[in-house]
């Protein structure tokens, strides 16, 4: 099993930026591949952006891409967004999640944090 908990959510001002973190702790040798999902209210959660264990392969949701940064941290059991150039459609629950494989994988989340709010005011 891995635990997640995220942090690092808050509300922004259009334009301001925030990092998340989010931390693995349990069976960390299981986080191949770490991501970050957002659900608007209203809406389906969708995904942002993913990374390998290694940190050298990431992934975006076209819409964040040059606004978003993903990163690992020395000890891989740490996942960070930077989140830059906010805008009120980025106002959502953020989620952390594990899943094995390969960042363009196939393959589920399988664990999830209890995410963190992010609100963007215009």
């Known amino acids: 099993q891995v635990q997640l908990a995220e942090s690092g959510g808050g509300l922004v001002q259009a334009g301001d930026s925030l990092r998340l973190s989010c931390a693995a702790s349990g069976r960390t040798s299981d986080t191949h591949v770490m991501g970050w999902f957002r659900q608007a209210p209203g809406k389906e959660r969708e995904f942002v952006a993913a990374?390998?264990?290694?940190?050298?392969?990431?992934k975006y949701l076209d819409s964040v891409k040059g606004r978003f940064t993903i990163s690992r941290g020395i000890a891989k059991t740490t996942v960070y967004l930077q989140m830059n150039s906010l805008k009120p459609e980025d106002t959502a629950v953020y989620y952390c999640?594990?899943?094995?494989?390969?960042?363009?994988?196939?393959?589920?989340?399988?664990?999830w944090g209890q995410g963190t709010q992010v609100t963007v005011s215009s």
């Open positions: 999640a594990v899943k094995y494989g390969a960042v363009y994988g196939s393959g589920e989340y399988i664990y």
């Open positions: 990374i390998s264990w290694s940190g050298g392969i990431t």
